[in-house]
Each structure stands twice: as structure tokens, then as C-alpha cells.
């Protein structure tokens, strides 16, 4: 709480891609005021669950006042989320999309439809299939960023738009199954090649399989709203914001599972720069579903 700064923001930081404390890359980047206001809703939840109510009130109304904030200073007078506070050319930036994953910014809302579209507009690659990750001038800012793709895909299926995600999971499966199974960290912009770390974890596999439960998510509950009743506005208002007196965190998790298909034609004899042709579906390409199920309902209990 202590990085909050009067006018609502948290302090700038190097937040989530390559960009250095101290060679001035230090802004106030979306991206970290997202998952400020989301650290501190669970942090809030937490502390309820061990009797701190105090604490959980502390926590509770900093996260308020981060959310707040994010809608006075940080849509673009298009209509869109910023990537960063600062003044910039180039203000698109794909990790903004954690916003509408995770409900802080009601999900179907306006501002989530004007940020996809620009997404759309300015992010797409080359090959037509998937996303950059921003309008850097690096050749790593220019690749297909799977983890952009995976949470691009939860993104689109909570603003209505359930066919373009699931090509951009049938695009990352069919690709996988050509390569051995392995999910890359990158594709190459124009021929979709593989690139980058083979197999990425987090940045790949972890979201593609996030990407899995909010589809099985979808087909078992209604799109979410707008978190703790903020309005989906440039001003969100006086509201009662982040319950502290929950023992949840707040905002709808990435917690459900679907094993996705693929291609049909299982992992071909080519190497790992094999580009996927198709998006028919067929064999999946997580053979552990009865585990990764029991784990889902585990989940579930706590």
C-alpha cells in the first residue's frame, strides 16, 4: 500500500515486459495497476479469513482506489485502456486485456469492446492469426506472443465474441500438435514459425490452459460484470467497491477446464518449425483431462 500515490496510481514501475528500472522505462504502466488492485482484493480477502477486519478494510480501500484511478487516467480519450499513463505514440499494449480477464473493467462492457478492437486494429501480425504484444521497436515486441493469444481468446469469449476465441485456440493447438506438443513462446510474425522458448511454461502452456478453463467456465455461468459494481465508465463514482467482509477475492478467476481438440492429424513428423495449415478439430492435445478434471474439483471445494 505504501507504492499508492495521491492521485490513486501505484508508483511507476518496469512492470511486465523488457523495460528497465533505470533507463527510463519507469511509468505508471497499466498492467501494474491492474494486478495492484487485484493483489490487494485478495490480500483484503485473506485477511478477513484470519479475523485482521482492519487490515482487510486497508486493503480493500486501496484496491477501490487503484480501480478508481485506472478509469479517471488511464482511458484514452478513444475510449480505449492505455497501456500507460505517459504520453506515447504508441499506446497499445496487450497486457491491458488482464483488466477484462479478471473483471476489474466490466468485461462486455465499452471500454473492453473500444480495447479489443483497437487490440485488433494495431496488434495483429502478419499472418493473420494471432497478436504482438505491443508497437515496440524490438524484433521480440514483433513476434506472435502466445500468452497474448491465450489471453486475448478469455478476453474476446467474455466480450461476446466466442467464435474469435476459439480460432485463436484451435490456431495455438494445431500448431502445438504439429510441433511435438510443444507450446513455443513465440511464432514468428509473418510464417509462424516457432521462436523463442521451446516449451515455454508460464508464457505458453500455463496460458494456454487458462485459456482451456474459461472456456469450460463460459459454458457453465453467465459472462461476468463489472467487478464489486463499478460502472463500466471513464468516472466509476462513488460505489460501495471491494468488500472487505468476503472470504473470496473478488474478481472471477481463470478456474475452469475444457481440453481442447486439435487438428485431428496428431504430431506430424516435422520439427519444431512446422507451421499448423488447418483449424478442423479432432484428438486432444491434453491427454491428462481425468486429472486435470479431479484437480478442477478440487479447486472448487476450497
Same mark, same amino acid.
Given at each position: 500500500?505504501?507504492?499508492? $500515490?495521491?492521485?490513486?496510481?501505484?508508483?511507476?514501475?518496469?512492470?511486465?515486459?523488457?523495460?528497465?528500472?533505470?533507463?527510463?522505462?519507469?511509468?505508471?504502466?497499466?498492467?501494474?495497476?491492474?494486478?495492484?488492485?487485484?493483489g490487494l482484493k485478495a490480500a483484503a480477502a485473506l485477511a478477513v479469513r484470519h479475523g485482521q477486519q482492519g487490515l482487510a478494510d486497508r486493503y480493500a480501500a486501496t484496491a477501490d482506489s487503484l480501480r478508481f484511478a485506472i478509469h479517471r487516467k488511464l482511458i484514452d480519450p478513444d475510449g480505449f485502456l492505455r497501456g500507460r499513463l505517459e504520453q506515447t505514440p504508441v499506446p497499445e499494449d496487450a497486457a491491458v486485456i488482464e483488466a477484462f480477464?479478471?473483471?476489474?473493467?466490466?468485461?462486455?462492457?465499452?471500454?473492453?469492446?473500444? $480495447?479489443?478492437?483497437?487490440?485488433?486494429?494495431?496488434l495483429t501480425v502478419a499472418s493473420g492469426h494471432g497478436y504482438r504484444r505491443n508497437l515496440g521497436p524490438s524484433d521480440y515486441d514483433a513476434m506472435e506472443w502466445i500468452v497474448i493469444d491465450m489471453r486475448m481468446a478469455n478476453a474476446l469469449r467474455w466480450a461476446g465474441l466466442a467464435t474469435e476465441a476459439e480460432a485463436l485456440i484451435r490456431w495455438v493447438t494445431d500448431q502445438s500438435r504439429r510441433n511435438f506438443d510443444l507450446i513455443a513462446e513465440n511464432y514468428s510474425p509473418d510464417g509462424s514459425d516457432y521462436s523463442g522458448a521451446i516449451p515455454m511454461i508460464g508464457f505458453g502452456a500455463g496460458a494456454y490452459v487458462l485459456a482451456l478453463f474459461a472456456r469450460s467456465e463460459a459454458a457453465e455461468v453467465a &459472462?461476468?460484470?463489472?467487478?464489486?459494481?463499478?460502472?463500466?465508465?471513464?468516472? &466509476?463514482?462513488?460505489? $460501495?467497491?471491494?468488500?472487505a467482509t468476503t472470504t473470496d477475492g473478488g474478481a472471477r478467476s481463470d478456474s475452469s477446464l475444457h481440453?481442447?481438440?486439435d487438428a485431428g492429424g496428431g504430431a506430424e513428423d516435422s520439427g519444431c518449425g512446422c507451421e499448423a495449415g488447418g483449424l478442423a478439430s479432432g484428438a486432444t492435445l491434453v491427454p491428462t483431462a481425468a486429472l486435470l478434471a479431479g484437480l478442477l474439483r478440487a479447486r472448487r471445494r476450497r
Open positions: 500500500m505504501s507504492l499508492a $500515490t495521491d492521485d490513486g496510481l501505484l508508483k511507476a514501475d518496469s512492470s511486465i515486459w523488457e523495460t528497465h528500472w533505470d533507463n527510463g522505462a519507469r511509468q505508471h504502466w497499466t498492467w501494474s495497476q491492474i494486478w495492484g488492485s487485484l480477464c479478471r473483471s476489474l473493467i466490466d468485461p462486455s462492457g465499452p471500454i473492453a469492446q473500444a $480495447t479489443l478492437a483497437r487490440l485488433k486494429s494495431k &459472462p461476468p460484470g463489472p467487478d464489486a459494481g463499478t460502472a463500466d465508465a471513464t468516472s &466509476p463514482g462513488a460505489d $460501495t467497491g471491494t468488500s481440453v481442447l481438440a
